[in-house]
């Protein structure tokens, strides 16, 4: 999604090697835009929450000259408000993935192929969503070729912090995207912090991956589903050839966050690593 937001904006003509590209990121896609910036000689200065974890930072700082990270804590404006501001000034450009149409054209085209084709037709995709971009890339995926599968955006509850996603007031207020034409309310779930810590630490287990949060958050969204499902006397309604299978979501890495696992795993002594009561994690 990174490369088609930087190239799709060179080939419209808002890039050149004389443009400061300015972009609002929680990390991974910024780490991308970085990347991509970096090699083609573009200066990019990557706008991110105060609060972002400091290897998600120093990723993207190592990188050197040309590539800045700006930190912003302005509770008054937003990342992607100030992102947006900034990049409409002269010789900016901002590339807006949480307005551009690029983002979830990508997800479609990229990312909905390979996973289909990796997990077959699924009951759920539960995601943890900070863009709805993938959620929206997926959907018109499955719309267009007719499946079956369901796709669950999963947001944070209010005050909740999890890297990556954001809480429904947030994506009023800053994505742009038409997500609503394709998701109602009911249509999302929401999740909380300490749940998605917990839940991505104890998939460690039997993962050949360690993935982090947000991770957990789809996992957790994916669980409350299910079991909502499940009391409203609907659960049959998601099996395909008798089963549920869902396929969980969620971008990131723990390596950024070790210091926060450390903090949330230490701070709930009713699971243990051996026996953890999952569904009791997401409820």
């Known amino acids: 999604m990174a490369r088609e937001l930087v190239l799709g904006s060179i080939s419209d003509g808002l ?24 090699a083609l000689g573009i200066r990019c200065q990557l706008i991110m929450p105060a609060g972002t974890a400091r290897g998600k930072t120093n990723a993207i700082s190592v990188m050197g000259a040309g590539i800045e990270v700006v930190l912003h804590s302005d509770p ?3 990342p992607v408000e100030r992102a ?8 900016c450009c901002n590339l807006d993935q949480y307005a551009n149409w690029r983002n979830p054209w990508a997800q479609k085209t990229y990312l909905a192929p390979q996973l289909f084709a990796a997990a077959g037709t699924v009951s759920l995709v539960s995601v943890a969503s900070g863009t709805m971009g ?26 909740q912090e999890v890297p990556g996603a954001r809480p429904l007031s947030k994506v009023q207020q800053d994505i742009k995207l038409p997500w ?37 958050l789809a996992f957790q969204g994916g669980l409350r589903r299910i079991q909502k499902e499940k009391l409203a006397g609907r659960l049959d309604a998601l099996r395909i050839d008798g089963k ?18 450390l903090g949330e795993t230490q701070s709930d002594e009713r699971h243990t690593y051996e026996n953890p009561d999952l569904l009791a994690l997401a409820v």
């Not at 947006?84 to 010789?91: D, H, L, S, V």
């Not at 890339?137 to 669950?152: C, D, S």
Request: aromatic content about 8%.
């Open 15 to 38: 890039i050149s090697q004389q443009t400061v590209v300015k972009e609002a990121t929680s990390g991974n896609t910024g780490h991308g835009i970085a990347k991509i910036c970096k």
């Open 76 to 78: 008054g404006e937003t």
């Open 84 to 91: 947006r501001r900034e990049g409409a000034q002269e010789g």
């Open 134 to 159: 993938t959620c929206m890339g997926l959907k018109q995926y499955i719309n267009e070729h007719g499946l079956p599968t369901r796709v669950l955006p999963v947001l944070l509850t209010e005050h």
């Open 180 to 216: 609503q034409k394709l998701f109602t309310l009911d249509d999302i779930e929401l999740g909380t912090r300490h749940p998605s810590f917990l839940l991505a630490y104890y998939s460690w287990r039997v993962l050949p991956q360690m993935l982090g949060p947000s991770f957990g």
């Open 244 to 261: 549920i299978d869902v396929v969980l979501v969620g971008a990131d890495s723990y390596l950024p966050y070790l210091d926060l696992f």
